[in-house]
């Protein structure tokens, strides 16, 4: 298991960066942390490590926000309000999940039982006593 820490929005941002600068075709990553832990934050520098200079929010009304200017495709998946793994088969999980891009899912402990072995979690932990500091721990699934 990786462990890094961020004291600052920008530190998540670089290691996002990071993230998607080595992703490949295929690869699933699971976000995972509280309402305000830095999620999107990561899920930005995830984008830009990508290439994808297009604007990266939290797709939480929509469900599945996919952006395609970058070197791979990257479906970034908010599940916060889905109550049923059903719901993603009508937007067809299965084709994001095995296709050619990079699935980066916000709350994936909906739909842990469908998601394939392999996938990288990224589980990101707020500090009390400091607002700005991340726990980010990742491990293969």
């Given amino acids: 298991m990786e462990e890094r820490h961020s004291h600052s929005a920008e530190e998540s941002f670089a290691f996002g960066k990071e993230l998607g ?11 995972r942390g509280e309402l305000g832990a830095g999620k999107t934050v990561l ?4 984008a830009a490590g990508l290439g994808i200079t297009e604007a990266v929010n939290s797709p939480t009304f929509t469900i599945l926000q996919v952006y395609e200017g970058g070197r791979l ?5 908010d599940l916060y309000r889905i109550e049923d793994a059903e719901e993603l088969y009508e937007v067809g999980l299965d084709d994001y999940l ?8 916000e709350w994936p402990e909906c739909i842990e039982e469908e ?4 996938c ?3 589980n990101i932990e707020k500090d009390a006593a400091d607002p700005e500091y991340r726990r980010i721990r990742m491990e293969e699934r």
């Fill in 120 to 122: 990288i979690y990224i």
């Fill in 43 to 46: 899920a930005q520098g995830f």
């Fill in 115 to 118: 998601l394939p072995s392999g």
């Fill in 73 to 77: 495709p990257l479906y970034h998946f």
């Fill in 98 to 105: 095995f296709g050619g891009g990079v699935c980066l899912i």
């Fill in 21 to 31: 600068n080595a992703a490949k075709a295929g690869a699933v990553y699971c976000l």
